[in-house]
């Protein structure tokens, strides 16, 4: 099978961070909130695990979402949310799990180290070691584990993308797990040299900066990818999506590319919950591309 689709493509700059687009997270309140209202997510999904420890330390832990009535030997959706590496909380993200277990995902949100408490690569173990506790335990809540994709947005999707082209992370966790796909939202894959303060500190002391990118990493072996920008988004911008597209299929990899007219970079993650789903068919188009490698067979 070979997925080779381009949407809607439009004029495309570098890669930008704007510092300032995210709140401190002083306090319980965030601009998920809104998404986060129980009359503005998917009925029929359960959050049967809470603030579960896959790590040591207040940052590692999970939440799982399935559905209310789940059938079993479910494929599994481990979702890494964004906040330039130094931001973000995974019950910010209620939305999302609840929106991918309606869909009939079991669905894990993991916290992360952020900066400046760990830089590159610490973030991307604690996604790695994430991923050896679905092997270890997501049976329990109904999933099959030989049936895992990631997605992720922003920072999260930069994650996302490296766990599945480096394979020496999830090797150094001690799992075994085959990625079946991944969904890129919004993802910074091509970086370097690291202009702005956000990139420096997760990135500036990294031994090889050029392995830190994902388009130097791809190869025949690189899982499936979705890979997807709003049109309208100026924080990172929709080159990078297009140029690590285009690195996956010069070595024939799966690949569908989409770009969404009149999104910006919050609002392509925030179109997967159920408030704002009408503005653009992320969810639907996330759910389809798994579903073409074979996640909802039974």
Not at 46 to 60: E, L, T
Not at 267 to 284: Q, Y
Request: charged residues 20%; aromatic residues 12%; glycine residues 12%.
């Amino acid at each position: 099978m070979k997925l080779s689709r381009r949407h809607v493509l439009g004029s495309m700059g570098a890669f930008a961070l704007s510092g300032g687009l995210f709140p401190t997270q002083a306090s319980a309140v965030s601009l998920m909130d809104p998404f986060n209202l129980s009359t503005a997510m998917d009925a029929g999904v359960v959050k049967i695990g809470d603030g579960i420890a896959y790590a040591g330390g207040p940052r590692g832990k999970l939440d799982v979402y399935v559905q209310q009535n789940p059938r079993g030997n479910a494929p599994v959706i481990m979702f890494i949310y964004g906040g330039g590496w130094k931001l973000g909380e995974r019950w910010e993200y209620e939305f999302v799990g609840r929106a991918l277990a309606a869909r009939g995902f079991v669905t894990v949100i993991p916290d992360y180290r952020l900066v400046p408490d760990v830089a590159y690569p610490g973030f991307l173990y604690d996604g790695a070691v994430a991923a050896k506790w679905i092997e270890d335990n997501i049976t329990t809540f109904g999933g099959n584990p030989d049936k895992l994709f990631l997605a992720g947005h922003s920072a999260g999707a930069y994650n996302a993308v490296m766990l599945g082209l480096d394979p020496a992370f999830f090797r150094e966790a001690g799992t075994n797990l085959k990625i079946r796909g991944i969904a890129g939202l919004a993802g910074p894959y091509d970086f370097y040299p690291f202009e702005y303060n956000e990139v420096r500190d997760a990135f500036g002391n990294a031994p090889n900066p050029e392995g830190t990118q994902p388009v130097r990493l791809v190869s025949d072996q690189s899982p499936p990818m979705f890979l997807a920008s709003g049109l309208n988004d100026p924080i990172v911008r929709p080159v990078n999506t297009t140029t690590l597209a285009g690195k996956l299929r010069e070595y024939s990899v799966p690949v569908d590319e989409r770009y969404y007219e009149g999104i910006g970079h919050m609002e392509i993650v925030t179109s997967l919950g159920a408030m704002l789903r009408w503005r653009a068919p992320v969810l639907d188009d996330v759910v389809n591309f798994f579903s073409s490698l074979g996640a909802l067979d039974a």
